[in-house]
């Protein structure tokens, strides 16, 4: 375990306030990863992304940099514009 990590986990121990907001924030990260991931799989740019989507570079990069709020319209648009289709799944 790195020092980052170590200093997250005694934060995260001496507050529940910060742990439950790190832990959103962390989800929302991954989240704006895996369709920044998808979209380089897809072999497009944030442009050539945003034009099929009939919007603008700064949209595709706020879903992929801040993943909060994210409807789920629009999760599957983006999924469609890549090739890809949206599943959700509960654990």
Same mark, same amino acid.
């Given at each position: 375990?790195?020092? &980052?990590? =170590?200093?997250? +986990? +005694?934060? =995260?121990?001496?507050?529940?306030?910060?742990?439950? !907001?790190?832990? /959103? !924030?962390? @989800?929302?990260? =991954?989240?704006?990863?895996?369709? $920044?991931?998808?979209?380089?799989?897809? !072999?497009?740019?944030?442009? @050539?992304?945003?034009? $099929? &989507?009939?919007? *603008? *570079? %700064?949209?595709? %990069? $706020? /879903?992929?940099?801040?993943? @909060?709020?994210?409807?789920? %319209?629009?999760?599957?648009?983006?999924?469609?514009?890549? !090739? *890809? $289709?949206?599943?959700?799944? /509960?654990?």
């Amino acid at each position: 375990m790195d020092d &980052l990590e =170590k200093y997250i +986990e +005694e934060r =995260k121990n001496r507050s529940v306030e910060f742990a439950d !907001g790190f832990e /959103i !924030g962390y @989800e929302q990260f =991954k989240i704006g990863m895996l369709l $920044r991931a998808a979209r380089e799989e897809a !072999g497009l740019t944030q442009d @050539e992304l945003a034009e $099929r &989507l009939h919007t *603008k *570079k %700064s949209a595709i %990069s $706020r /879903i992929e940099n801040h993943a @909060e709020d994210i409807r789920l %319209s629009t999760l599957g648009k983006f999924a469609e514009a890549i !090739g *890809k $289709r949206l599943t959700l799944k /509960i654990a």
